[in-house]
C-alpha cells in the first residue's frame, strides 16, 4: 500500500500498487493524441469515462482495413469479401474470449452500449413485460439505462421501480429483496457508476434476482475498460459496453446475451443479413448473432474494437486496473486536502472516477477554467440526472483516469484547482 493510501479519507477495498510498477511512459508513447500542447499547455486528459483516446495499435488497424481489406461482408464470393468477413468474425471471437462468453453466437454487435440497451427492452422486454409488470433499475443509472426502461414501461403500463443509493454512493442492497416479487420482469444495473465511481456488487444482485426467476441486464460501459469481466462467472443475462470507452472506435458496441434468451427472442431491427429468406408471404430470421445486425455493419469498427482489446489484454486489465487504482488512491487524497472540496461518490469500491463540487464554484467554471490550463475534465450532470437529486446538486466536475493517465496529471488537475479557487477567492 502506498504512504498516499493510508491518508484516504475512507476505506477503500482495493489492491494497490505503485506506478512505478505499470509503464506508463510507455503506454503513453502508443497514444498519438496525448502529445499535444492546448493553450500552450501539456494536454491532460481525464475525462476518460465520456470517451477515452485509442492507442496507435487501434488506428492502424482501422486505416488499414479501409486501405487493404475494405468489402461489404457475408454472402460475397470475391477475396476481399472473404477476408474482411473473417477479420470480423476474429473480432467477434476476441470479444467472446474478453467477456469469457461460452460461444461466439452469443456476441452481437451494436452501435453502443446505448443500443445494445435498446436492443433488450425492445425484443425482450417487449416480449416479456405486460400491464402491471416491473422492471427494477438503480439510482445509479445513466440515462441509458433508464430511459428505455420508461419507454418499455409506458408503453406496457407497466412500473419502474428503483433500488435507493446511500449517501456515500452505494446501492442500499437491503432495498434488492424488498423490490423483487412476481410482478419483476427484469433488473437492469450498472457495473460501474460513471457519474460516482461505484463498483456495484453485482453477483451479489445477479444472486438475488436470480433466486426471484428475475433475468439481470447489466450496463458494462464503464466496467469493461476498467476490470475483468466474465460473463459467465458473474452469470448475468444480458452485458452491453461501448467500444469507444475501452480505447477502441466509436460506433461500434457489444451486446452479450445468453444464447438461450436470445434465441427465443424476436428480432430487433428488419433489414439486411438479419434473414434466412424472404418472401411477400413470411420472412424466416437468420441465425445467432446475425438475426440482431440488421443491415451493413461497422465492419472497421470492429475490427477497431478487436485491436482495442488485443491491446488491452496486451498488457494486462488487472495491471491497468492496479495502476488506475493508484491514481485513484493519489488523487482522492490529493483532492481531498483541498479546502471546500466535496466528493460525491465515496463508495469502499470504486473506479478510477472522482466527482467533485467546489463550495461557491459551479462546475462549469471550474472546467472552463482548468480547459485553458490544458486539463480536459467533465463538468455537468454526467447523464445520471437522479443522481445529481439524489446529493442534491445541479452538476459535478469529474475526473476519470485511464491507463495513460499519470501522478504527475493529478498533480496538475490539483495545480489547476488551486487557479480555479485563487479566480474565485
Ligand atoms: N452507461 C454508462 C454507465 C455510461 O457511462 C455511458 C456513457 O457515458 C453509457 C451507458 C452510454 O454509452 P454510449 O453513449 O457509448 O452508448
Redesign the pocket.
Known sequence: MTAAANSVPWEFQHPMVGEATFPVEEVRRDFPILHQQVYGHPLVYLDN??TSQKPRAVIDAISHYYERDNANIHRGVHFLSEHATEEHEAARRTVQRFLNAADKREIIFVR????GINLVAQTYGRKHVGAGDEVVITAME?H??IVPWQMLCEEKDARLRVIPINDRGELMMEELPKLLSKRTKLLAV?H???ALGTITPLRKIIEIAHSHGVPVVV?G??AVPHLKVDVQELDCDFYVF?G??VYGPTGI?VLYGKRALLEAMPPYQGGGDMIRSVTFEKTLYNDLPYKFEAGTPNIGGAIGLGAAIDYVNHLGIDNIAAHEHDLLIYATEALSAIPDIRIIGTAAQKAAVISFIIEGIHPHDIGTILDRSGIAIRTGHH?AQPVMQRFRIPATARASFAMYNTRGEVDALVEGIQKVKEVFA
Not at 453502443?112 to 443500443?115: C, L, Q
Request: hydrophobic share 25%; glycine share 4%.
Open positions: 469515462a465520456a453502443s452500449a446505448t443500443e445513466h441509458s439505462n450498472t460501474v457508476s460513471n450496463d460501459a464503464q461501448s469507444h470507452k458496441g447523464c
